[in-house]
């Protein structure tokens, strides 16, 4: 009787075995790969100083297996004559990815896998794929992984102990280009002049990934080596002139902002963005505005500011009175004129109630 794995002749007996163990594993494979997404969205979260844009994965298609088979390992081990069976040589059945911002993000996420995952094989792209003028882009990381021992003696995790998963890290520059990479036709075969177009282009996003991490970091150096206003006028001694006055001329900015901020919020987390689009709304409401005349202006302000916002939090459970809000206060409180748009009409007629109640004259 003919064995089962040769009912189809045209079809090799190991291609038909893995096609029957693809159909399988599918629902313990698909499994294990929203398992290990999940796990690695909870590490990375954890971690500061490292930007995630996604995490995504996906079990690689039975025909894509196959393909990548035959393409790199079936011609050898025929002529070789040894015995195998397919599924032992698709390392990526599982392939996840994780894509962040800057390109020396990348080894720091592979550090805080390994503490997670066993390493059984690494492979990076940028060198293998620059390391030729034929080839084109590069790829980030590959890390092919598997449980490690104290992962894998976890009881919620003992059934994917034995399934192993390729990961890949990559920018999102990176990511980029492998996108368009892949819909560039015959590759192999097309003209020198079209593949030094390609290599240029490859050139340019290897340039933006390393402009945007300096930009980066020229930005954080930039905030380090803002003046502290606040520093300033708390070391200055009692009665001499502070020292804030040197630099009268400064206009406010988003660092020197941050500063001043950061010493009267210290556990807020004040995003980037929201900084820019603020410190621009400052400088249109007091043009030419010093960040000496704004650090004065929350110092001199804040505590019966923060009055009102215990009562407009005792009469409003549930709004937000956040630190913008606060500063906007600040800001009208120390000239009502120059930042009267600092707060709406609403905000601003029950701010003045509450002074009118609560606050002498003399003291506004």
Not at 97 to 107: I, K, T
Not at 327 to 346: E, P, Q
Request: with cysteine; hydrophobic share 40%; glycine share 4%.
């Amino acid at each position: 009787m003919p064995s089962q794995l040769t009912v189809d002749k045209d079809l090799p007996a190991e291609e038909h075995a893995f096609r029957q163990y693809y159909g399988q594993e599918l629902p313990v494979l698909e499994h294990a790969c929203a398992f290990y997404i999940a796990l690695l969205q909870s590490v990375l979260s954890q971690v500061e100083g490292i930007d995630i844009s996604k995490v995504e994965g996906r079990v690689k298609d039975r025909e894509e297996c196959l393909r990548k088979f035959s393409r790199k390992y079936r011609a050898t081990l025929e002529e070789s004559g040894i015995d195998y069976e397919i599924q032992h040589y698709i390392t990526d059945l599982i392939g996840l990815r994780v894509v962040c911002l800057y390109e020396d993000e990348l080894e720091k996420v592979a550090q805080i896998v390994s503490h997670y995952f066993d390493v059984i094989d690494v492979t990076d792209k940028v060198s293998a794929v620059e390391s030729t003028e034929a080839s084109f882009g590069y790829k980030g990381l590959h890390l092919d992984l598997r449980l490690n021992a104290e992962q894998a003696a976890l009881p919620e995790n003992a059934g994917y102990a034995h399934i192993p998963f390729e990961l890949q890290v990559r920018t999102i520059i990176q990511d980029s280009w492998s996108v368009l990479d892949h819909k560039i036709k015959y590759k192999k075969s097309i003209p020198a002049e079209l593949k030094r177009r390609i290599n240029v282009l490859s050139a340019l996003f290897e340039l933006a990934d390393r402009e945007f991490r300096q930009i980066r970091d020229a930005t954080d150096a930039e905030l380090l080596r803002a003046v502290d206003e606040t520093a300033d006028l708390n070391e200055s001694d009692p009665g001499e002139e502070p020292r804030q006055t040197i630099a009268m001329g400064s206009e406010l900015n988003a660092f020197t902002f941050l500063k001043i901020a950061q010493h009267f919020f210290k556990d807020f987390d004040f995003d980037p963005h929201k900084v820019d689009m603020f410190v621009d709304d400052v400088r249109a409401w007091a043009p030419g505005v010093t960040r000496a005349r704004f650090n004065a202006l929350l110092r001199e302000n804040i505590a019966v500011v923060k009055r009102y916002k215990q009562f407009f939090d005792e009469q409003n459970p549930g709004s937000s009175f956040n630190p913008y809000t606060v500063i906007r206060h600040c800001l009208y409180l120390g000239d009502k004129t120059v930042f009267r748009r600092a707060l709406r009409n609403s905000s601003r007629e029950a701010f003045e109630a509450w002074l009118l109640m609560n606050v002498p004259v003399q003291n506004l």
